[in-house]
């Protein structure tokens, strides 16, 4: 998750200098709201891993996969806006994927949890 926070403040800071390594062109405003996103993930991501329990993280694995989502509308949207085969948009899509199946993941086993401790 450090990753994230080090890539969304990257970006965020100097978006021309992280637009390379991206799998689509960037503008800088765009380039900065994706970064906002990063750094928001990766915070969540920490709360996730400080809080250790699994009935508090429902919120932050909904946020994961609603932006799962959100991107692979996307990337399905606008096919021609991805450089495919680079080693960027495969990463991008593993990570992609990743995201999606943690975040469902994840929300099943805090719900699952929550249930247990008779609160849902």
């Known amino acids: 998750m450090d990753d994230w926070i080090a890539l969304g403040l990257g970006l965020f ?9 991206w799998p689509w062109a960037l503008t800088p405003l765009t380039g900065r709201a994706i970064a ?9 991501g920490f709360s ?3 809080e250790d329990d ?5 919120a932050a694995t909904l946020a994961m996969t609603a932006f799962a989502v ?5 990337v399905i949207r606008y096919p021609s806006e991805l450089a495919w085969g680079t080693p ?3 990463v991008f899509l593993v990570l992609l994927a990743g995201l999606l199946i943690g975040g469902v993941f994840g ?7 929550e249930v247990a ?3 849902g």
């Open 13 to 21: 800071l100097a978006p021309a200098t992280f637009d390379p390594i």
């Open 36 to 44: 906002a996103w990063l750094a928001g993930l990766g915070a969540a």
């Open 48 to 50: 996730l891993l400080w």
């Open 54 to 58: 699994l009935t508090r993280i429902q």
């Open 70 to 74: 959100l991107e692979a509308i996307a």
């Open 88 to 90: 960027s948009s495969i």
């Open 107 to 113: 929300y099943r086993l805090a719900h699952s949890a």
């Open 117 to 119: 401790h008779g609160q």
